[in-house]
């Protein structure tokens, strides 16, 4: 079984490791060695990336022999070889797991909700609470506590046992694990056990913020940062929010107010402009049909147009079709789309109409007896197409 350093000292950045075996994992080269300070992916905790001797290492695995298998982008040979972890990444997911202890103890000495799970994602972290009632305040509560032992700098010790006296330990969330168990305990605040990588003093944390929070699976999942994550993030919002307001010319305490208020005024606007738009459309109809030249009962109304919108083109035909004997055949050339209606007690289908056509020129289209579309008919046939849609209804309504 693989030595891990990281067990006992986090900070270890470089170190010296023997090659024991070679081995392709998904056709990339891995090796497996008999000490290494590389975490391995597991609860909750993305693995480390760094370098073995020439080689990259992209990902760290453990298997199930408790062997850490370090998948590289070139083959090393075995023998001796030096390691570097990757800092900068070690050190942030050092902040987001001991921020997520902490965050989970102060749950449960606020709301009593254990924690579920915990996901380190890139951006940001998740832990799904037993907690079915969220609320703003309660959030407000927990960050509280949890900063303040941010703030105290309080020590993080390792301490390992088993299971034996695991239970002394007053540990927070039970262990399933055989043999020598390590325990994270955040002084005189949280006890767990954990493989993962932490921080010596909960101060090195900076920040733990609560970003968001919703209802899932019966309980809760809250969406936080730590660290230098939380102050990246925190201030690209304060620069946004500084933006907004520019925008609305108000301060961050009207901001919600000035947004709704708009949103409301939008709204007006849109319906303002569909009863509008509904308006032009009957006009457009009206003068349609007065221009129609009505030849015995039925008016055939043929109409080619560019750059409208269909829905504005299906409801000028039922406004047409609404009148007694009209037939409506309009097209919108650029989006090779178009529209049959007919007026009701009209003899005809124009669903059968539209497919007989699309089935001879193309396209694909379909709808019922008094209204069909079709779409995607070939540029080159659009107005063979109408002229034939045309003949169809002519020879219905002579």
């Known amino acids: 079984m693989t030595k891990r350093f990281y ?71 075995i023998g001796p070889v030096s390691g570097q972890i990757d800092w900068e990444r070690r050190f942030d997911h050092m902040q987001q797991h001991t921020g997520q202890h902490i965050l989970s103890q102060a749950f449960i000495a606020v709301t009593k909700a254990a924690t579920l799970s915990f996901h380190m994602g890139p951006e940001t972290s998740t832990i799904d609470v037993d907690l079915a009632e969220p609320s703003a305040s309660r959030m407000e509560d927990v960050q509280t506590l949890a900063s303040g032992i941010v703030f105290e700098n309080r020590a993080v010790h390792v301490l390992t046992t088993d299971r034996v006296n695991l239970g002394s330990l007053g540990i927070r969330k039970e262990s399933q694990r055989e043999g020598e168990i390590r325990v994270i305990d955040v002084e005189g605040f949280d006890r767990s056990a954990c493989g993962g990588t932490h921080v010596r003093h909960t101060g090195e944390i900076g920040i733990v913020a609560i970003l968001g929070f919703e209802r899932y699976k019966g309980g809760t999942r809250v969406e936080f940062a730590a660290g230098q994550r939380a102050l990246k993030i925190l201030s690209g919002d304060r620069a946004l929010l500084k933006e907004l307001c520019g925008l609305y010319s108000t301060g961050p305490d009207n901001l919600a107010d000035m947004t709704e208020k708009l949103f409301q005024e939008r709204a007006a606007l849109s319906k303002e402009k569909d009863r509008l738009q509904a308006q032009l459309l009957d006009m457009e109809a009206e003068s349609m049909i007065a221009g129609a030249g009505q030849a015995g009962r039925t008016a055939i109304i043929r109409r080619t147009y560019s750059g409208r919108k269909l829905d504005d ?86």
């Open 7 to 77: 067990y006992f000292d986090s900070y270890l950045k470089e170190f010296s490791g023997e090659v024991t075996r070679q081995l392709k994992i998904d056709g990339m080269p891995a090796v497996i060695l008999d000490q290494t300070a590389f975490y391995p992916e597991s609860g909750g905790q993305p693995h480390d990336t760094g370098s073995l001797g020439e080689a990259r290492v992209l990902r760290v695995l453990e298997d199930d022999a408790g062997e850490i298998i370090h998948i590289l982008d070139r083959d090393i040979p």
């Open 313 to 398: 083109v299906k409801v000028l035909a039922q406004k047409l079709a609404a009148h007694p004997g009209i037939v409506a055949i309009l097209a919108i050339d650029d989006a090779r789309q178009l529209v049959v209606a007919r007026s009701a007690g009209l003899p005809g289908s124009c669903h059968e109409a539209i497919r007989q056509v699309t089935a001879e020129f193309g396209g694909k289209g379909g709808g019922r007896p008094e209204l069909a579309q079709a779409g995607g008919i070939p540029a080159d046939s659009l107005d063979t197409c109408l002229a034939a849609l045309e003949k169809h209804f002519s020879s219905i309504h002579p």
